[in-house]
């Protein structure tokens, strides 16, 4: 039977790209079913990304929706299910810490389907964040892991998952990074495109992305950062591309007022190409998320995560990324040190390359021939 492939959320989409193409790549081909469970289901949120990435058109989507954790991972299960009947599927291949990630493996380990899981892992010790437990529970269960960088295996081993489970194949979100950068899109057309004037961007700027649940949702915090951000803008233009639960919240709490210095350019969340040309450009980026941290760092730019911890240490450790955590003098000290040109430096991690994918894809193979009928 085919692999099946399971994408849900945005940060699902730039990982799955490059393995589908590998995938189709490899000689003889892998047979593939790509699987959107309609996590996300904004334009902005999913289909430009697909057209970005030049992702095919799921053959299935599940098209669950939002909802909160419990519903929504056992809609994904609900639906899921009956697929895996339907297409006898040879493995499910899951990527990330989404909630489409694990419930789908779930479901597959439990009809004795082999999962694969790429991105295995990777842990911030932090169990009050959902991706945790989608992380711990996903390598638990899964049977291939195939990992980004060295630590991946250590926290793998402390869990009792045996190392022959665990392929360090490096990191397929830069192999999209690296497939795009020529057609990233130029910041400035980014800007003109939503009515703002390109000019603001000349002297420098900031890139900012918050979504984080422990970052957004709870008014205090979220106002003490965006009041911290509008200090940082006065120094520095910021470009904040809005998830929208964040954009949600400041309405709801009555905070976009702080950010209208006519230092902060507000966007709707933004297409892969254009993120990447707005970071290629940037100074600095402030950010919770998991995947701007390995961007930065492959793009050789300095990271400010507005986070306690992160599950990617190999970006604080060789890359561009420091956490300043929510704290305002160390995200202002942050930013004043780009500013003297003091900015973090780093290098390159291992393996990320551009080239992981291709080493999944023929490591999926010789993994699942002996099982072929
Ligand atoms: C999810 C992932 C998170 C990832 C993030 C990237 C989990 C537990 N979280 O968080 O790891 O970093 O995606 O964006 O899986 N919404 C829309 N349109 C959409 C999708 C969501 O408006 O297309 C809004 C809805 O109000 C929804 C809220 O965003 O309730 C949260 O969406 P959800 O999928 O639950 O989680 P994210 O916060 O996006």
Same mark, same amino acid.
């Given at each position: 039977g085919?692999?099946?492939?399971?994408?849900?959320?945005?940060?699902?989409?730039?990982?799955?790209?490059?393995?589908?193409?590998?995938?189709?790549?490899?000689?003889?081909?892998?047979?593939?079913?790509?699987?959107?469970?309609?996590?996300?289901?904004?334009?902005?949120?999913?289909?430009?990304?697909?057209?970005?990435?030049r992702?095919p058109?799921?053959?299935?989507?599940?098209?669950?929706?939002?909802?909160?954790?419990?519903?929504?991972?056992?809609?994904?299960?609900?639906?899921?299910e009956?697929?895996?009947?339907?297409?006898?599927?040879?493995?499910?291949? @899951?990527?990330?810490?989404v909630?489409?990630?694990?419930?789908?493996?779930?479901?597959?380990?439990?009809?004795?389907?082999? @999962?694969?899981?790429?991105?295995?892992?990777?842990?911030?010790?932090?169990?009050?964040?959902?991706?945790?437990?989608?992380?711990?529970?996903t390598?638990?269960?899964?049977?291939?892991?195939?990992?980004?960088?060295?630590?991946?295996?250590?926290?793998?081993?402390?869990?009792?998952?045996?190392p022959?489970?665990?392929?360090?194949?490096?990191?397929?979100?830069?192999?999209?990074?690296?497939?795009?950068?020529?057609?990233?899109?130029?910041?400035?057309?980014?800007?003109?495109?939503?009515?703002?004037?390109?000019a603001?961007?000349?002297?420098?700027?900031?890139?900012?992305?918050?979504h984080?649940?422990?970052?957004?949702?709870?008014?205090?915090?979220?106002?003490?950062?965006?009041?911290?951000?509008?200090?940082?803008a006065?120094?520095?233009?910021l470009?904040?591309?809005?998830?929208?639960?964040?954009?949600?919240?400041?309405?709801?709490f =009555?905070?976009?007022?702080?950010?209208?210095? =006519?230092?902060?350019?507000?966007?709707?969340?933004?297409?892969?190409?254009?993120?990447?040309?707005?970071?290629?450009?940037?100074?600095?980026?402030?950010?919770?998320?998991?995947?701007?941290?390995?961007?930065?760092?492959?793009?050789?730019?300095?990271?400010?995560?507005?986070?306690?911890?992160?599950?990617?240490?190999?970006?604080?450790?060789?890359?561009?990324?420091?956490?300043?955590?929510?704290?305002?003098?160390?995200?202002?000290?942050?930013?004043?040190?780009?500013?003297?040109?003091?900015?973090?430096? =780093?290098?390159?991690?291992?393996?990320?390359?551009?080239?992981?994918?291709?080493?999944?894809?023929?490591?999926?193979?010789?993994?699942?021939?002996?099982?072929?009928?």
């Amino acid at each position: 039977g085919p692999v099946l492939c399971v994408v849900g959320a945005r940060p699902n989409f730039m990982k799955m790209a490059p393995i589908l193409r590998a995938l189709a790549a490899h000689e003889p081909a892998i047979d593939v079913l790509l699987v959107h469970t309609g996590q996300h289901y904004d334009e902005k949120m999913s289909e430009q990304l697909f057209r970005d990435l030049r992702l095919p058109r799921p053959d299935i989507n599940l098209e669950v929706g939002s909802g909160s954790h419990a519903v929504q991972t056992a809609e994904v299960m609900r639906r899921f299910e009956p697929l895996l009947d339907e297409h006898r599927p040879s493995c499910v291949l @899951v990527v990330g810490d989404v909630n489409s990630t694990l419930a789908c493996t779930l479901v597959a380990v439990k009809k004795n389907v082999p @999962v694969a899981h790429v991105e295995a892992g990777l842990r911030s010790g932090d169990r009050a964040m959902p991706e945790e437990i989608n992380r711990v529970l996903t390598d638990q269960v899964a049977d291939r892991l195939y990992t980004t960088e060295r630590s991946a295996a250590d926290n793998l081993a402390r869990e009792g998952i045996a190392p022959e489970r665990v392929c360090f194949a490096g990191n397929v979100m830069i192999d999209s990074l690296l497939a795009s950068r020529e057609a990233a899109r130029a910041p400035e057309r980014t800007l003109a495109a939503h009515g703002f004037d390109p000019a603001l961007l000349a002297q420098g700027y900031g890139v900012v992305t918050l979504h984080r649940p422990s970052n957004v949702d709870d008014p205090a915090t979220l106002e003490a950062l965006v009041r911290t951000l509008g200090e940082v803008a006065a120094q520095l233009p910021l470009v904040f591309a809005l998830h929208p639960r964040t954009r949600g919240n400041i309405e709801r709490f =009555g905070l976009g007022s702080l950010l209208d210095s =006519g230092r902060t350019v507000l966007l709707p969340p933004q297409g892969y190409l254009e993120m990447l040309g707005l970071m290629s450009q940037a100074k600095v980026l402030l950010t919770d998320s998991g995947g701007l941290q390995e961007e930065s760092t492959a793009l050789g730019i300095p990271c400010l995560t507005l986070r306690e911890n992160t599950e990617r240490p190999i970006t604080v450790e060789q890359g561009t990324n420091t956490l300043v955590g929510r704290d305002h003098d160390a995200i202002l000290q942050g930013v004043a040190q780009v500013l003297s040109g003091q900015g973090k430096q =780093g290098r390159v991690p291992e393996l990320w390359d551009g080239h992981a994918a291709e080493r999944i894809a023929a490591d999926l193979w010789q993994w699942l021939s002996p099982r072929a009928p």
